[in-house]
Every structure is written in C-alpha cells, then in structure tokens.
C-alpha cells in the first residue's frame, strides 16, 4: 500500500466520522421543514377564520343598523301621524299599533344582533391572536431552521444548538395558538 493511498483511506474515514457527527443535525433540518410547512398552513387557516369572521360581524353590524333604521323611520311616522290632520282617525290609530308591533320586534331584534355582532368581533379578536402567534411560530421555526443549516457549512454545533433555541421558541408560540382560547 502506497503512502498516497493510506493518507487517502485516512481522509475518507475521517469525512465519514463527521457525515456520522452531522446526521442529528440533517435530521433536526428535516423535523423542522416539516414543522414549518404545518405551522405555515396553521397560521394560513387562522388568517383565513379572522377574515370569515370579520364578515360574518360586518354582516351581523349591518342587519343591525337595518333594524336601527326601520325603527327610526316606524318612529318618524308615527310622531307624524299624530300631528298631521287625518280623515280617518282609526285607520291612523290601527297603522299606529302595527307601528308599535313591529317596533317592539325590531328593539328585541336589534338587542340578539348587537349581542351577537359583538360576539363574532369576540371570535375575530381570538382568530386574529392565534394567526399571530403561528405567525410568530413560522418565523422562530424558520430562523431556527436556517441557524441549523449553517451547522452543515461550519461544522460547529453552536449553530445547531442556537437553531434549536430559536426552533424552540417557534414551537412553543404554534402550541400556544393551539390551546389559546
């Protein structure tokens, strides 16, 4: 055996002690792409609820207001109706109580619909808290994957070992949107 070849043999056994020292650290990279493409969807459906949210409230707000309005203007004619000169008095009185009937149903109307409105605002403020704290998860994930992957170019585990930390974090803030009530 040559000496050109045993220093040769030498050099591969040691890059396959450090593929071997690197295979936790290519395994962490793949765990955390993983992590990110689940916490990236997460945070892309928490969006999405918030924005549903948001226009079932705006829808729920404009019914509202509707209601408001046919009670306003119900209001408006019957103070009318009361000062203005009518030919026939009890079919004025009898346009009166409908009024009246249907203001009752409106005031009972618009108070479930201010209750509800309220509660959908409620349900987009929660949607919003989670898409922000799977946001927050996304970026501390994809930091933490990219510290790692420097690992690979310096072989120096402090990177990987900082990747983790950040990665960490990134898990911790998907969790908490999970169990956020």
Known sequence: MEANEAQELQEHAEHAEHEQTLRPVALTMTVL???????????????????????????MWGEY???????????LSINLMKVLPLADKDAAKKIVEDYRK?????????????????????????????AVCFDLGEALLEIGLVITSVTLLTRKRAYWYLGMA??????VSALWALFLK
């Open 33 to 59: 792409a993983v992590l990110v493409a689940v916490v990236t969807v997460l945070g892309h459906r928490a969006h999405t609820e918030a924005v549903l949210d948001q226009n079932k409230a705006t829808d």
């Open 166 to 171: 950040f990665s960490l974090g990134g898990i």
């Open 65 to 75: 207001q509707a209601q408001k309005t046919r009670s306003y203007n119900a209001d």
């Open 102 to 130: 249907h203001q009752a149903e409106w005031t009972e109307k618009t108070t479930e619909e201010f209750k509800e409105a309220k509660a959908l605002e409620t349900e987009v403020k929660q949607a919003e808290a989670h």
